[in-house]
């Protein structure tokens, strides 16, 4: 993980010229995938997913139905194109814990208990990564969750914080995240301080956590504004 | 159907004992169950511990084989981690493939070894390029009362605390019986959030009950080398930081008693 002699800071800045607090250029767009229910198209610098969601829809296997609400399931899945070295399509160790923590991020925004024994599904094809995939198909599938229509108490949005060359810096691109220090991924409720996933590998101080933490939230506000406005435009166009 | 009335009696029971301020088996809201750490029980394996933590136990045994490097990092060992939730230690877990909570309980595990640089990967190079040692440390499962990620991350780093490379075995000549020395001594500590309070090693039904929960994984230096967040709910700011500290505190004690 930790490889020496890249020099990731140069003169106080990043090696593609970002400041420590500044976000790769992001783009949404909403409703881009005709069958889906919902869908959101998403790109965070060199990052290309697309998120869609299907449902609230009848559950099967009838036995793993919940009487007292919907069933959320998240599926993270990379393209074999989408890295330098081919990735063998299907589900790996890796793909599936970022499953389960992306869909631990949503669960808590959406209102499961109007749909009871129903599924909703939601699909996240990575199809370009350049680190910060899991973070990137969060932003998408919430967007994509609320383009379903899907009652939600609001939005998550997400991004990663790390260590590089001992400075704790935004959204860390792939030179930065293979040479760095440690790499945070968080998503939070922006509007309330909320937590809803956080991982880190690496290794920092709790002071650099903090600050990572400060970093991530105002990241997120941000984010969140920009998934607001890509939601309003959508509608705003029918 | 029977076992969801059930969930939902218990988990009103252990919120409204921790409303009153206590836990189902007595203990602090800060405190451990009785913890035991017994090491080198296994003779087969190069390392080896099997942790109990109040009910839970689990089995951590570390075998060493030469293999091939990762093509990007030629001159380096390699950890492997895996963790088997096998059937006889729960009615929940099922024969079959690694479901997300194995996939998950290995993962954090590795990740707290993996960050504190625990082992010195460059010490298993054999010859750069063609052979390094792999370090497979198997995560067993034996009884599940809550809180396996502790005590397999507990186990994992006491298994390799007296590892020895079986060089002889392979014919590799020179090496002998040498000692891998660590450098580190990661320790997981999890914590749950019930009704705003924050639970230390939470047992089976504490872990039910809560619906947020976080594993701070930390150093001898007090440095922070994973974390991960559990739960359908969202966790307050102050609540994750309060954790860290907590969590950071808790893996000294531990450390100082058990490895």
């Excluded at chain 1, 599926?75 to 160790?93: H, I, L, Q, T």
């Excluded at chain 2, 000692?179 to 959030?193: E, G």
Aim: glycine share 8%.
């Amino acid at each position: 993980m930790k490889e020496e002699g890249i020099e990731l800071i140069k003169d106080g800045k990043r090696l593609d010229g970002r400041g420590f607090d500044e976000l790769r250029p992001i783009k949404i767009e909403v409703g881009v995938l005709k069958r889906a229910d919902g869908s959101c198209y998403f790109e965070l610098g060199d990052n290309k997913v697309i998120a869609a969601v299907y449902g609230p829809r009848e559950m099967h296997p009838r036995h793993a139905q919940d009487a007292k609400m919907a069933v959320l399931k998240y599926r993270y899945n990379m393209a074999p194109f989408s890295v330098d070295e081919r990735k063998r399509p299907g589900p790996d160790r890796r793909s599936v814990e970022i499953s389960k923590v992306s869909r631990e991020a949503l669960e808590p925004v959406i209102i499961k208990e109007f749909y009871p024994k129903t599924e909703i599904d939601v699909y996240v094809e990575i199809l370009q990564s350049d680190a910060g995939t899991r973070t990137a198909g969060i932003n998408a599938a919430s967007v994509a969750l609320a383009d379903a229509g899907i009652p939600m108490k609001d939005l998550v949005s997400s991004v990663a914080v790390g260590k590089i060359d001992g400075e704790v810096v935004l959204d860390l691109n792939a030179v930065e995240d293979n040479y760095g220090e440690a790499d945070m991924p968080i998503a939070m409720i922006a509007r309330r301080n909320t937590i809803t996933a956080l991982q880190m590998d690496g290794r920092m101080t709790k002071d650099e956590f903090e600050k990572g933490l400060k970093l991530a939230m105002n990241a997120c506000q941000q984010i969140y504004e920009l998934q607001r406005t890509a939601l309003i435009e959508r509608y705003s166009e029918m | 159907m029977g076992l969801e009335i059930m969930d939902d009696v218990r988990r009103d029971y252990i919120y409204n004992l921790v409303r009153r301020g206590k836990r189902e088996d007595g203990r602090g809201f800060q405190d451990y169950r009785e913890i035991k750490v017994e090491k080198g029980i296994i003779k087969k394996a190069e390392g080896s511990a099997r942790v109990k933590i109040g009910n839970t136990e689990v089995l951590v045994g570390v075998k060493l084989e030469p293999g091939e490097p990762f093509p990007d990092s030629p001159d380096k060992g390699v950890i492997i981690t895996n963790a088997e939730l096998v059937p006889l230690a729960s009615p929940e877990f099922e024969p079959g493939p690694p479901n997300e909570d194995s996939v998950q309980l290995a993962r954090v595990v590795d990740r707290g070894i993996r960050g504190s640089e625990a082992i010195d990967l460059s010490k298993l190079c054999i010859e750069e390029g063609e052979k390094v040692w792999i370090v497979f440390i198997d995560i067993h499962v034996l009884d599940n009362d809550g809180n396996l990620v502790d005590a397999a991350a507990l186990g994992a780093i006491a298994s390799l605390l007296n590892l020895r490379m079986p060089a002889e075995r392979y014919g590799l000549s020179g090496e002998g019986e040498e000692m891998i020395p660590l450098q580190d001594k990661p320790v997981a500590v999890t914590m749950v959030d019930i009704g705003g309070e924050i639970l230390v090693d939470p047992n089976y039904n504490e872990e039910k009950a809560a619906v947020s929960g976080l594993t701070v994984i930390s150093n001898t230096d007090g440095t922070i080398s994973g974390m991960q967040k559990y739960g359908r709910e969202g966790l307050k700011e102050e609540k994750v930081s309060e954790m860290v500290e907590m969590g950071i505190e808790k893996a000294d004690e531990l450390r100082q008693r058990f490895l």
